[in-house]
């Protein structure tokens, strides 16, 4: 009879604690928002855009323009869930025009109707962030030092969806290469690539 008491005691604490194990998992998951509010990524800690074609010194190059853009950056800003906030983004961008631009028009700058689109996925803590998707409508370029660009330029707009959707995003990148950099590359086979540095920023809010 002892026996059987202990093994029954046994039974029951083993399937106390398996029941408490589940409760303790299915507690320990983290929440998954479609973030509303605003947030506010700083320079970017890595990034780089590849050109195809290539930006030719004053000849203009026929069809689009292909500009291909991955950034890391690091965030903060709120969710709608005071338990989860952002904390840093991996961005990718791609930026199509059919303008017959060349490195004159990018060195000096000025706005550029585009196509540009842009995913984030975001690191966030206490939880996950979904993904957010901005179509920027124009660039427009400045000369510097440093040279950058700006997005949406002027005329244009951006169109937020998935977490933000609905909020204003302006995005501002900052070239690391110096002029006279860019301008052997002109010179040269074409400007096919750009490096960006700090101090660049990407704003989204209500």
């Given at each position: ?144 030092p440093p040279s950058g660009f700006v997005l949406p330029g002027p005329t244009g707009v ?49």
């Amino acid at each position: 009879m002892r026996r059987i008491l202990v093994a029954g005691m046994a039974v029951a604490l083993g399937a106390g604690g398996l029941v408490a194990g589940a409760a303790t998992a299915a507690g320990a998951s983290k929440p998954v928002v479609t973030a509303v509010g605003s947030v506010t990524c700083g320079a970017p800690g890595s990034g780089k855009a590849k050109i195809s074609p290539p930006y030719l010194a004053t000849t203009p190059q026929p069809g689009t323009r292909t500009v291909s853009s991955k950034f890391k950056s690091t965030c903060s800003g709120t969710t709608g869930n005071p338990l989860v906030t952002p904390t840093s983004a991996k961005i990718s961008g791609v930026s199509m025009s059919s303008a017959a631009t060349t490195c004159v028009d990018l060195l000096v700058g000025g706005e550029t109707p585009t196509s540009t689109t842009v995913d984030i996925k975001w690191k966030a803590s206490g939880g996950k962030i979904n993904p957010t998707h901005i179509v920027f409508t124009s660039i427009n370029g400045f000369s510097g030092p440093p040279s950058g660009f700006v997005l949406p330029g002027p005329t244009g707009v951006a169109t937020v969806t998935g977490s933000y959707a609905g909020d204003t995003a302006v995005s501002t990148v900052l070239v690391a290469d110096a002029q006279a950099t860019l301008q052997a590359a002109c010179l040269g086979k074409g400007l096919k690539k750009l490096n960006f540095s700090s101090g660049g920023s990407l704003v989204i809010h209500p």
